[in-house]
C-alpha cells in the first residue's frame, strides 16, 4: 500500500503522458488485419503489452489477465485467421465478464467458438477461418468495444462487413473514434442509425501513425486542479480536436473551476474564476470511464452530483458503481445511492484523513481517489494496479510534489 500526502496545494509542473490506450490498441488490432505500419507515442500500459504478446503468440492458449479491450479485440482478430485454434482466458473477474454478445455475432459470421467454463463467459475457444459472411446483427448498448472489434475485423474481410444495431449505440464516441482510426489508415467507414458499413481495405501502403496522449488519464489532474489552490500544469501530446470522447473533460471541469488552455502540443491548466454550483448533473453515457474520477471531484469539492449513463460501469475491472459506494462511505457523506445505471451523492465535505481505499484490481479505482490526498493524506491499497493504463502514474505525482510512501 501507499500513504499519499502534499504539503502545498499548489500544482506546477509538466508531464509527458503516454499515448492513449483506446487509439493505441485499434491501431495494434488493424495492424494485425492489414499490414505493418510504425505506431509512435504507443501506450506503454500493460493492456498494450498484453495486445501485442496476444498478436505475436504461437501459444495455442493465451491469458490475457485483466485486460477486457484485449479479450474483445482478439476475439475477432483470432476467428480470421484460417485454420487456427487459439483458447483466449484471462484472470477470475475477467472470466466473470460477458463476451456472448460478440461471440454470437461471430457465430452468425460461421466462425466456430465455443465456451470452455461458463456459457457466454470466457475462457473461449476460437477456431478460425476464412469468413465469407458480410452481415451480422447484435445489440448496441451493452460494450460499444464489441462493435469495435467486429468494425475491424471488417477491414479485413473480402467482402467487408455490414453491422446491424438493434438498440442504441452506448458509448458513441469510441464508435466514431474507431470509425475515424480505420479512416486514417486508409479504409471505409459509414455510419447510419441502425446499421455500420465497412469497406474491404485494399491499401497496401499504411502510413505512420502517431497516437494522441490519452485523455482519460489526464483526468485525474484536472481533478487534482480541481482541488488545487494553484495550478500552472502542463500536459503534453494533446489537441484541441480530439478523436478521444474523453476530451469533454474541458467542458466538464468547467464547472469545477479548471481553465484549459491549448497550446503548441498540449494543454495548460490553471484555476479559474468561474463560480463552483453546488450540485452538478451530468450524462456520461459516452464517457463512462470518468465517473470514478468526476464523483471524487464532487466529494472533494463539497458537491453534491447525479451522474447518469452509467450502465456498463457493471461490467468492467470491477462492478465500479459498487465499488465507488463502498469506498465513498468511508468517508462522512450524508448519502449515496446507486441504481443499475446512476449515482448520487449528497454531501458533507468533512472528508477523514487516512482512509484506506481498496482498489478492485481496478486501474481507475486507485487513480481516481488520489486528488483527495490535497486535502488529507490518503492510503491506496494495492497501488501498482495503475499500471494496466498507465504506468508511470506515481512516478509523475511525486514530480508534481506528492509524497508517496511505502507502506
Given at each position: 500500500m501507499f500513504e499519499i500526502s502534499k504539503?502545498?496545494?499548489?500544482?506546477?509542473?509538466?508531464?509527458?503522458?503516454?499515448?492513449?490506450k483506446s487509439e493505441s490498441n485499434r491501431l495494434i488490432a488493424l495492424r494485425a488485419f492489414t499490414s505493418y505500419f510504425e505506431i509512435k507515442n504507443i501506450s506503454d500500459s500493460d493492456?498494450?503489452?498484453?495486445?501485442?504478446?496476444?498478436?505475436n503468440s504461437n501459444e495455442e492458449e493465451i491469458d490475457i489477465g485483466h485486460a477486457g479491450t484485449a479479450m474483445r479485440f482478439l476475439t475477432s482478430y483470432f476467428s480470421s485467421i484460417q485454420n487456427s485454434s487459439v483458447i483466449l482466458t484471462g484472470s477470475k473477474r475477467m472470466k466473470e465478464r460477458p463476451i456472448s454478445i460478440l461471440v454470437d455475432a461471430l457465430?452468425?459470421?460461421?466462425?466456430?467458438?465455443?465456451?470452455?467454463?461458463?456459457?457466454?463467459?470466457?475462457?473461449?475457444?476460437?477456431?478460425?477461418?476464412?469468413?465469407s459472411k458480410k452481415q451480422v446483427h447484435l445489440p448496441a448498448n451493452v460494450s460499444s468495444q464489441y462493435i469495435s472489434s467486429l468494425m475491424m475485423l471488417g477491414v479485413s474481410l473480402q467482402n467487408g462487413l455490414i453491422i446491424n444495431l438493434s438498440t442504441e449505440?452506448?458509448?458513441?464516441?469510441?464508435?466514431?473514434?474507431?470509425?475515424?482510426?480505420?479512416?486514417?489508415?486508409?479504409?471505409h467507414v459509414k455510419l447510419q442509425l441502425n446499421q455500420i458499413l465497412i469497406d474491404s481495405f485494399s491499401n497496401k501502403i499504411i502510413p505512420n501513425q502517431i497516437v494522441e496522449s490519452d485523455w482519460s488519464s489526464a483526468s485525474y489532474f484536472y481533478s487534482i486542479v480541481a482541488l488545487s489552490d494553484l495550478s500552472d500544469l502542463t500536459l503534453n501530446t494533446y489537441h484541441k480536436n480530439s478523436i478521444q470522447g474523453d476530451s469533454r473533460l474541458v467542458d466538464i471541469y468547467r464547472n469545477?473551476?479548471?481553465?484549459?488552455?491549448?497550446?503548441n502540443n498540449g494543454i495548460h491548466l490553471t484555476k479559474s474564476e468561474n463560480k463552483i454550483e453546488k450540485k452538478i448533473s451530468l450524462d456520461l453515457s459516452n464517457n463512462p470511464d470518468l465517473a470514478q474520477t468526476i464523483v471524487v471531484t464532487c466529494l472533494g469539492l463539497g458537491i453534491d452530483c447525479d451522474l447518469y449513463g452509467l450502465h456498463t460501469l457493471k461490467i468492467k475491472e470491477t462492478d465500479r458503481l459498487k465499488a465507488l459506494k463502498s469506498e465513498i462511505q468511508k468517508f462522512e457523506v450524508d448519502n449515496i445511492e446507486i441504481t443499475d445505471n446512476s449515482l448520487h451523492l449528497k454531501n458533507k465535505s468533512k472528508l477523514k484523513s487516512n482512509i484506506s481505499i481498496d482498489t478492485y484490481n481496478d486501474h481507475r479505482m486507485a487513480m481516481s481517489f488520489v486528488p483527495l490526498s490535497l486535502l488529507n493524506p490518503l492510503i491506496i491499497n494495492d497501488p501498482m494496479v495503475v499500471t494496466k493504463s498507465y504506468v508511470s502514474f506515481w512516478d509523475h505525482l511525486e514530480e508534481l510534489g506528492f509524497e508517496i510512501s511505502k507502506k
Amino acid at each position: 500500500m501507499f500513504e499519499i500526502s502534499k504539503k502545498s496545494k499548489s500544482i506546477e509542473g509538466v508531464l509527458n503522458i503516454s499515448g492513449s490506450k483506446s487509439e493505441s490498441n485499434r491501431l495494434i488490432a488493424l495492424r494485425a488485419f492489414t499490414s505493418y505500419f510504425e505506431i509512435k507515442n504507443i501506450s506503454d500500459s500493460d493492456d498494450v503489452k498484453v495486445m501485442i504478446s496476444a498478436i505475436n503468440s504461437n501459444e495455442e492458449e493465451i491469458d490475457i489477465g485483466h485486460a477486457g479491450t484485449a479479450m474483445r479485440f482478439l476475439t475477432s482478430y483470432f476467428s480470421s485467421i484460417q485454420n487456427s485454434s487459439v483458447i483466449l482466458t484471462g484472470s477470475k473477474r475477467m472470466k466473470e465478464r460477458p463476451i456472448s454478445i460478440l461471440v454470437d455475432a461471430l457465430r452468425e459470421l460461421e466462425v466456430d467458438i465455443s465456451y470452455l467454463e461458463n456459457e457466454g463467459y470466457p475462457p473461449i475457444k476460437i477456431n478460425g477461418r476464412v469468413i465469407s459472411k458480410k452481415q451480422v446483427h447484435l445489440p448496441a448498448n451493452v460494450s460499444s468495444q464489441y462493435i469495435s472489434s467486429l468494425m475491424m475485423l471488417g477491414v479485413s474481410l473480402q467482402n467487408g462487413l455490414i453491422i446491424n444495431l438493434s438498440t442504441e449505440i452506448t458509448s458513441l464516441p469510441y464508435i466514431e473514434m474507431t470509425k475515424k482510426i480505420i479512416e486514417r489508415i486508409g479504409g471505409h467507414v459509414k455510419l447510419q442509425l441502425n446499421q455500420i458499413l465497412i469497406d474491404s481495405f485494399s491499401n497496401k501502403i499504411i502510413p505512420n501513425q502517431i497516437v494522441e496522449s490519452d485523455w482519460s488519464s489526464a483526468s485525474y489532474f484536472y481533478s487534482i486542479v480541481a482541488l488545487s489552490d494553484l495550478s500552472d500544469l502542463t500536459l503534453n501530446t494533446y489537441h484541441k480536436n480530439s478523436i478521444q470522447g474523453d476530451s469533454r473533460l474541458v467542458d466538464i471541469y468547467r464547472n469545477f473551476g479548471v481553465k484549459t488552455t491549448f497550446i503548441n502540443n498540449g494543454i495548460h491548466l490553471t484555476k479559474s474564476e468561474n463560480k463552483i454550483e453546488k450540485k452538478i448533473s451530468l450524462d456520461l453515457s459516452n464517457n463512462p470511464d470518468l465517473a470514478q474520477t468526476i464523483v471524487v471531484t464532487c466529494l472533494g469539492l463539497g458537491i453534491d452530483c447525479d451522474l447518469y449513463g452509467l450502465h456498463t460501469l457493471k461490467i468492467k475491472e470491477t462492478d465500479r458503481l459498487k465499488a465507488l459506494k463502498s469506498e465513498i462511505q468511508k468517508f462522512e457523506v450524508d448519502n449515496i445511492e446507486i441504481t443499475d445505471n446512476s449515482l448520487h451523492l449528497k454531501n458533507k465535505s468533512k472528508l477523514k484523513s487516512n482512509i484506506s481505499i481498496d482498489t478492485y484490481n481496478d486501474h481507475r479505482m486507485a487513480m481516481s481517489f488520489v486528488p483527495l490526498s490535497l486535502l488529507n493524506p490518503l492510503i491506496i491499497n494495492d497501488p501498482m494496479v495503475v499500471t494496466k493504463s498507465y504506468v508511470s502514474f506515481w512516478d509523475h505525482l511525486e514530480e508534481l510534489g506528492f509524497e508517496i510512501s511505502k507502506k
